[in-house]
């Protein structure tokens, strides 16, 4: 059975980082395309990153610059690095992964079979 938890949310002061951890069992990490979404109550589902099985990242434009994913094999970990938090970033934060190992992938969430539950992220200005 695949889980997928997250953790690493919480409450930060605009200008702070954060890193966001998946932790994931029956499911290996460096074998699928994984990604990080999130969402505000009212809002649709937001890509922030993805990464890829061959280790490509894609980044959603707007976060560029300021996002890192990223994969400990050895742990079977997906991270997100968000640094210069704005408030605008507040939601909460989903981790996912695709059920086949395809290379294609994409941000749309339609792309994904297993979610966590979320983590909040409230940025304070």
């Known amino acids: 059975q695949v889980q997928l938890v997250e953790s690493g949310g919480g409450s930060v002061q605009a200008g702070g980082s954060l890193r966001l951890s998946c932790a994931a069992s029956?499911?290996?990490?460096?074998?699928?395309?994984m990604g990080w979404f999130r969402q505000v109550p009212g809002k649709e589902r937001e890509g922030v990153a993805i990464?890829?099985?061959?280790?490509?990242?894609t980044v959603a434009n707007a976060l560029e610059g300021r996002v890192t994913i990223s994969k400990d094999t050895a742990k079977n970990i997906l991270y997100l690095n968000i640094t210069n938090l704005k408030s605008a970033d507040t939601a909460m934060y989903y981790c996912a992964g695709r059920a086949r190992n395809l290379y294609y992938c994409t941000l749309d969430s339609s792309n994904f079979d297993y979610w966590g539950r979320g983590t909040q992220v409230a940025v304070s200005s």
């Open positions: 990464s890829r099985r061959d280790g490509r990242v």
């Open positions: 029956g499911y290996t990490v460096s074998d699928y395309c």
